[in-house]
């Protein structure tokens, strides 16, 4: 079946620009991850979702960082007011509980935030 | 908290040789996961290989294996027949096995450039 998919896949923002970006998981998948990662580095975990509920939001930086995933499926993670330091890659990822895989967790492409 | 240490930055390895990238770990946990991620430059995050620490044995994919040595928090990746597609950036990944919100917790990766 498809894999993760995120869009855009590059987006350019003037600083204070509000943002969205957009995961569509594995079907099926019950749990949703979003990350980021800063150029260089490793993925930065920043908020958890077990089918709608977000159950775990402690790594999102600032109150300026929304996510949701009001169907259990697609999510969407809200930037508003960016900020240069908001510049990165924002990786998504889902994973499904069960099975020979449970719990490992599959990658989108990413999107490339770059704010001016 | 769990912290994932990858202390070489850079390696570089001959086509069709053998290469070993390194990985410790600090966690107090007793049950975990421990996963290789392969980022080539299209930044797509590709699950490698992946070890359940309560498992002695050593897990392997094809050209890929990993030495787990759980009392010295070692982590390590051997790449044998080294091909030109494995040239990317590896992260080594820590993951505690609870019910929900096991989220990852990257190394800084490895910049690896296999040379024909």
């Known amino acids: 079946g498809a894999g993760v998919s995120q869009s855009p896949r590059y987006k350019v923002a003037k600083r204070g620009q509000d943002v969205a970006l957009r995961c569509d998981p594995i079907?099926?998948?019950?749990?949703l991850f979003w990350y980021q990662q800063a150029l260089g580095q490793g993925p930065e975990f920043l908020t958890y979702?077990?089918?709608?509920?977000?159950?775990?939001k402690s790594g999102l930086p600032s109150d300026r960082f929304f996510a949701e995933r009001p169907e259990g499926s697609v999510s969407t993670l809200k930037i508003q007011r960016t900020q240069q330091e908001d510049s990165a890659v924002y990786l998504c990822?889902?994973?499904?509980?069960?099975?020979?895989?449970?719990?490992?967790?599959?990658f989108g492409p990413g999107t490339r935030l770059t704010v001016l | 908290a769990q912290t994932v240490t990858q202390s070489q930055p850079e390696m570089s390895v001959q086509e069709a040789e053998t290469v070993t990238l390194s990985c410790t770990y600090d966690?107090?946990?007793?049950?975990?996961?421990l996963f290789w991620y392969k980022q080539p430059p299209s930044r797509q995050m590709i699950l490698v290989i992946r070890?359940?620490?309560?498992?002695?044995q050593n897990a392997t994919e094809n050209r890929f294996s990993v030495n787990f040595q759980k009392a010295a928090k070692s982590f390590s990746l051997k790449i044998s027949d080294s091909q030109l597609g494995d040239t990317a950036m590896y992260f080594c990944?820590?993951?505690?096995?609870?019910?929900?919100?096991?989220?990852?917790?990257f190394g800084g990766g490895t910049r690896l450039m296999v040379k024909p």
């Open positions: 990822a889902s994973s499904s509980r069960g099975g020979a895989d449970t719990d490992t967790q599959y």
């Open positions: 079907s099926g998948h019950v749990s």
């Open positions: 979702f077990q089918n709608e509920a977000q159950l775990d």
């Open positions: 966690t107090s946990e007793n049950n975990y996961y």
């Open positions: 070890q359940e620490a309560y498992k002695q």
């Open positions: 990944a820590f993951m505690k096995h609870v019910r929900a919100g096991n989220m990852l917790t």
